[in-house]
Structure formats: structure tokens, C-alpha cells
């Protein structure tokens, strides 16, 4: 139950292991509680409910959540900027906002009462990555409307550790105070770690060798094949973290440094998996979409909030001993899918199939387009230095394997272009993985 470096025990990860009973019971509660402040407080949720004929009176089970209408990202642009939220103004003590796919941005409250669970659930995330007083973490999420930067620092305080609040951006002094300030664990996007690592080999700095050992990365999907690569060319353990702004931001789940599926902090976030197209629950171990209650914010409570993101529940016990469950970690969104040539593409598939074979980086884009009604779908990846090296035989070799690669996995072939290290625009936040010029 403690950590392994150091044998400490946080005390606030005391949730990660109730008995589920109790745990149950607790959830319970508060969902009650929070149903009942939605219902008295928001017109949104009051007008579902009484369409349905629904009080938080006939809610007598956690089970019943299931008869509780979904909440969706439109209900939150439609009721831009505050009409969701539940508590008088002069008790919002924080404002963010995650940015929309179209026009306005979503914005999301927290009570005083809610940056306390926000804190707390994020000392359990770095708990369960191993992290603990005396850390000393550099925080390159970004700082503002974003809940990466503030949700992580909070945390970080919360723990005891040290923190460094460098916000996303500028690699070069990124490395400098990792290297001079004994930085111990890194939080950041992974795609932002793997160009840290990049520009950190340029500048004769081996990550491997400083005292760095985990890196707390979340906030976009990656694979099994990335983890490998900032593992090995970091010399730290890459642990996963998910969350969303309309939930909390980050916090909601985490990986244990058994690294087998994130746990949900479930005291706080009650998970439903569900069929998207059916909406109907699916049961524990297949795929589907996740959507949360949540059982303590104040400002904002969500019902039943479809996240989009695709996992599955992990029924069987965690080997860290912690009694909250856990999910697969999130490689896709049922929307971020797209359909070539009536094919269902995912580009975390891509991800997996390019980043196999020996020879590339993880640095790539899909560029969608369509030619004479045909739509074609070109990889843009980013291959080692010396394949630019007159080895013009090399580079078709290699061509031809990814190609191999990619079509074994989607099905269809695409246009591959092997650039040099560099030539893709790099992110200090999200990656951007498709570029879609189709018009609809
Ligand atoms: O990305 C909160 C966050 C910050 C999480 C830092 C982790 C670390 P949003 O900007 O609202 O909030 O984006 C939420 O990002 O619905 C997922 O689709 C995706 N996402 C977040 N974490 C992961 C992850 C933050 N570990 C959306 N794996 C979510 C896959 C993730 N996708």
C-alpha cells in the first residue's frame, strides 16, 4: 500500500482502498446530495428530469443512475458561459475552459470545495505514479484555461513535492532545469516529452542519465509503442493519467505503478460504460463509451456526461491492492474516428502500425484529402537522420515496410512520405495527428 521508493503512504490515497461496500455507500450519498442541488439549482437538468417524470426522490440505488438523462459537450456550449452552473457566482472561486471544437469555448467552475477534491485527486494520481514529499516535478502543462497546468500544480503541493511551474513551451530552458534543478518526475503531454527527448539529445544532454525517473502523461491518447520509446530513451517509468475539464480536468484516473489500466477515482467520479450507438450499458471488459457523474463538485455537477472516449472497465483486482476500479487506457474516441473509402480509421491504429518498425520517430500526421470524389489519405512520418544519407535503396526499403505495416492494420493503402527529423511542426500541447482538407 506504500510507496515502494520510500516506503510513505499518503494519507489521501486512504480512498484508493475502501472496502466496496462502503465505497458504494459513499458514492451513493453523494450522488443524492448532488442530484438534488442539480435539480434545485439548474434549469437544464430540471427540465429533463420533469420531462421524465424523474425526482432526485426515485433515485434509490446507484444502479438507478442509469434512468438520469445523458449530459453531452453541446448542452455545455449551449448553456455558454454559466448557465450550468449550480452555485451563486460569488462561490466560484476558479474559472477554465476547454477549447471547442467550433466557435465558443466550454467553460467549467469550481468552488473552493472543489479545487480542495481537485487537489486531492490529484495527490492520489501522483501517489499511485510513485511520486511523494521531497519530488521535485517539473510542470510543462500548460498554465491558463487549461486544467493541465493548475490541476497538476495543486497537486503537486498537495503532495509535498516540490514544484517547478514552467508551463508548456520553450524546450530549450525545459532542459536546463530538468538537468540543474534535479528534476525527478516531468508532467507534460507524451508527445511533448518525445520532442524534449529529441532536442535534449541535440543539445549533447542525456536524459537517460539524470536523476529524472517518471514522466505523468495524459491529456492525449498514445500507445503501448510510445510508452516504450520515452521509457527507454528517458530512463523513467511513463505513466498515464486521464481527465476532463468538464469533469475536473485532470485527476479523474490514473495509473499504479503496476501500469495495467487507469483507476478511477471513484469516490468522486461515478464511470458508466455504454454502447454509443445504443446508449445501452455494456457489461464489464467490452469497449465502450465512458460517461461520468460526477458525485462531489458543487459549482458544475455533470449527469451522465458521454466523455466520447472508448475503454472498457478492468472488473478483476488491481495487484496494488486498491479497491477502486479501473479502466483500459484510452487510445481512441468514438470521434475521432474517421471513414476513408468506407473504412473506419483511428489514428492511434496508425500510430501503433508506423512506430513498430524500426527506423521512424514518433513525429507524424495524416493528411486526409479528396481527389475526383476519391478520398485518399496521406502519412506524413518523420524517419532517423541517416536514412537521408544517400541511401535512396534504404528509403524505399523502409517505405515499403511501413507501408506493409499501416495496411496490415487499417486495410487500406495510403501515400507515405518519409521527411526528415524535424520537419513536422512540433505541439507543446496536443499533438495535432490529422489534418482532414476534405470538404463535407
Ligand atoms: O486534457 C485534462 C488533462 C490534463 C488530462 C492533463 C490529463 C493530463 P481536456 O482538454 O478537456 O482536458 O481534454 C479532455 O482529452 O476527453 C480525452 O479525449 C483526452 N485525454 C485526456 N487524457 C487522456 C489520456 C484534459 N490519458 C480529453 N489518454 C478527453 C487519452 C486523453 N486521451
Known amino acids: ?22 465505497l458504494r455507500q459513499l458514492q451513493f450519498s453523494r450522488l443524492k446530495a448532488r442530484l438534488h442541488q442539480a435539480y434545485s439549482h439548474v434549469d437544464l437538468y430540471r427540465d429533463r428530469f420533469d420531462e421524465r417524470g424523474i425526482t432526485d426522490e426515485s433515485i434509490n ?3 438507478d443512475v442509469s434512468r438520469l438523462p445523458f449530459t453531452v459537450k453541446a448542452d455545455l456550449r449551449d448553456s455558454y458561459p454559466f448557465g450550468l452552473f449550480a452555485t451563486p457566482m460569488r462561490d466560484v472561486v476558479r474559472l477554465h475552459a476547454s477549447s471547442g471544437t467550433t466557435g465558443k469555448p466550454t467553460v ?32 510543462a502543462y500548460g498554465y491558463g484555461l487549461f486544467t493541465g497546468g493548475l490541476g497538476a500544480h495543486y497537486g503537486a503541493e498537495g503532495l509535498g513535492a516540490t514544484v517547478i511551474p514552467i508551463s508548456g513551451g520553450n524546450t530549450d530552458r525545459q532542459i536546463m532545469v530538468m538537468k540543474d534543478f534535479g528534476v525527478s518526475a516531468i508532467c507534460c503531454t507524451p508527445s511533448y516529452f518525445v520532442h524534449l527527448l529529441e532536442r535534449a539529445e541535440e543539445l ?42 468538464e469533469i ?8 499504479c505503478e503496476a501500469q495495467e489500466g487507469l483507476h478511477i477515482f471513484e469516490d468522486h467520479f461515478y464511470p458508466e460504460i455504454i454502447d454509443p450507438d445504443t446508449c445501452e450499458p455494456v457489461p464489464d471488459g467490452e469497449e465502450g463509451e465512458l460517461v461520468i457523474t460526477t458525485l462531489s463538485k ?14 472498457s472497465v478492468i472488473a478483476e483486482p488491481c495487484r496494488c491492492g ?26 492511434s491504429q496508425v500510430e501503433s502500425a508506423l512506430l513498430e518498425v524500426d527506423g521512424t520517430l514518433p513525429h507524424y500526421q495524416i493528411i486526409l484529402t479528396r481527389e475526383g470524389g476519391l478520398d485518399r489519405m496521406a502519412v506524413e512520418i518523420e524517419v532517423t537522420g541517416d ?54
Request: hydrophobic share 40%; charged share 30%; glycine share 8%.
Open 204 to 245: 549533447g544532454v542525456s536524459v537517460r542519465e539524470l536523476p529524472i525517473r517518471a514522466g505523468i502523461f495524459g491529456a492525449e491518447p498514445w500507445s503501448d509503442a510510445m510508452r516504450r520509446h520515452a521509457e527507454k530513451a528517458g530512463g523513467i517509468k511513463a505513466y498515464d493519467i486521464y481527465g476532463l475539464s
Open 298 to 311: 458543487r459549482a458544475m455537477p455533470v449527469i451522465r456526461y458521454r466523455t466520447r472516449d472508448i475503454t
Open 1 to 22: 500500500m506504500s510507496c515502494d521508493q520510500c516506503g510513505t503512504f499518503n494519507p489521501e490515497s486512504a480512498m484508493d482502498y475502501l472496502p466496496v461496500q462502503q
Open 108 to 139: 467549467v467552475a469550481y468552488t473552493q470545495d472543489d479545487v480542495d477534491v481537485w487537489t486531492s485527486v490529484m495527490v492520489r494520481t501522483f501517489a499511485a505514479c510513485g511520486l511523494h514529499e521531497g519530488d521535485i516535478i517539473q510542470n
Open 322 to 347: 486498491r479497491t477502486v476500479r479501473r479502466i483500459r487506457r484510452i487510445g481512441r474516441r468514438s470521434d475521432d474516428m474517421f471513414i476513408i473509402r468506407g473504412v473506419n480509421v483511428f489514428p
Open 248 to 255: 475536473i480536468g485532470p485527476g479523474v484516473a490514473s495509473e
Open 61 to 63: 440505488s446507484l444502479e
Open 387 to 440: 536514412y537521408f544519407s544517400d541511401r535512396v535503396g534504404a528509403i524505399e526499403e523502409l517505405k515499403g515496410k511501413l507501408a506493409h505495416a499501416i495496411e496490415n492494420t487499417i486495410g487500406i493503402r495510403v501515400d507515405l512520405r518519409l521527411v526528415e527529423p524535424h520537419t513536422i511542426e512540433r505541439s507543446q500541447g496536443k499533438a495535432k495527428r490529422v489534418i482532414d482538407k476534405r470538404e463535407i
